[in-house]
């Protein structure tokens, strides 16, 4: 009994951590891609690269010349990403992050490089893990090599700290605070009996203007959908639809504006090791077809 016992905990665990990618129900808009942690850290994966893919209609899929990179470190933590463009070296070629992290997992700092710059994004906690402060900070580069930061003057851009209220056993507020240390937003966070986030309203204390996000979850606890309404004055929803596979992995998001489908994609893995091959994406409303073929390196 113990044996069989155990072997169907550790089919569970196994399911419950083989997924690459993650679907996570947070105030931020959907990612195009979220790669789960432990996931990278158990299968030694050191690196995943992609390259975009088109179809228009009657013509056959054509490579386009922009790539993607994501590397990680050694606890599966996302530690460096860019996006490129155009033949290396032309000046309009590479975004770049790199990412800091601290000793327990939380992101620290996302330094950007981008063809207007380098500038950096810190942030604090609390003791309980919730930010507390945002701080962006736009950095001279005294190279003549744009990709080569030599730091000079920083000028800070913006200076965020958060405020949080608990309301009850089940909703929380968090304020934003400007750099004047004035409130001018804030955001309240509602949970079900079980944990499950279900809804994020947003006012504006300055406007009064108000915004909604919710979301719904499907039979196994994964986000099935999120509605976001930026203002609900002049409401016009922007809904996401996610499926799975057994093993909790992404097979499909869909995106509709006003109820009206506008995007379809879908998730390909490799068999056995369920590394991400490819994201399929449709835009419903001109027909390009548009893919990204990764690659997983270990």
């Not at 990709?147 to 000028?155: S, W």
Request: some cysteine.
């Amino acid at each position: 009994m113990r044996t069989v016992l155990f072997i169907a905990c550790s089919m569970a665990c196994s399911v419950l951590n083989a997924q690459m990618l993650l679907v996570e129900a947070t105030a931020e808009r959907p990612a195009s891609l979220t790669f789960n942690p432990d996931f990278i850290a158990r299968n030694d994966v050191k690196s995943v690269t992609g390259q975009d893919w088109t179809k228009r209609d009657g013509r056959p899929m054509v490579a386009r010349n922009r790539y993607y990179l994501y590397r990680f470190g050694d606890r599966g933590l996302l530690g460096y990403s860019n996006n490129s463009f155009g033949k290396p070296g032309s000046g309009v070629d590479t975004a770049s992050v790199l990412y800091a992290n601290g000793s327990d997992g939380r992101l620290l700092e996302e330094l950007h490089n981008d063809p207007n710059g380098w500038y950096s994004i810190r942030r604090e906690y609390d003791i309980g893990g919730k930010p507390v402060r945002a701080t962006h900070v736009r950095i001279e580069n005294l190279s003549s090599d744009r990709y080569r930061l030599e730091p000079g003057a920083t000028t800070i851009v913006s200076d965020e700290t958060f405020e949080y209220t608990a309301i009850n056993d089940t909703s929380w507020r968090k304020t934003f605070m400007n750099d004047r240390g004035r409130p001018y937003q804030e955001e309240v966070y509602k949970y079900d009996r079980l944990g499950y986030l279900r809804a994020v309203e947003g006012r504006n204390l300055i406007t009064q203007r108000m915004g909604r996000t919710t979301f719904a979850y499907d039979a196994n606890g994964r986000l099935g959908e999120r509605v976001d309404v930026s203002d609900l004055g002049t409401p016009h929803p922007e809904t996401w639809r996610w499926t799975y596979d057994r093993a909790g992995n992404p097979l499909s998001r869909d995106f509709l504006r006003d109820g009206t489908p506008v995007r379809h994609s879908e998730y390909v893995y490799a068999e056995g090791t369920l590394f991400l091959k490819a994201v399929i994406t449709r835009d419903l409303e001109t027909g390009l077809i548009e893919m990204v073929r990764y690659e997983t390196g270990r």
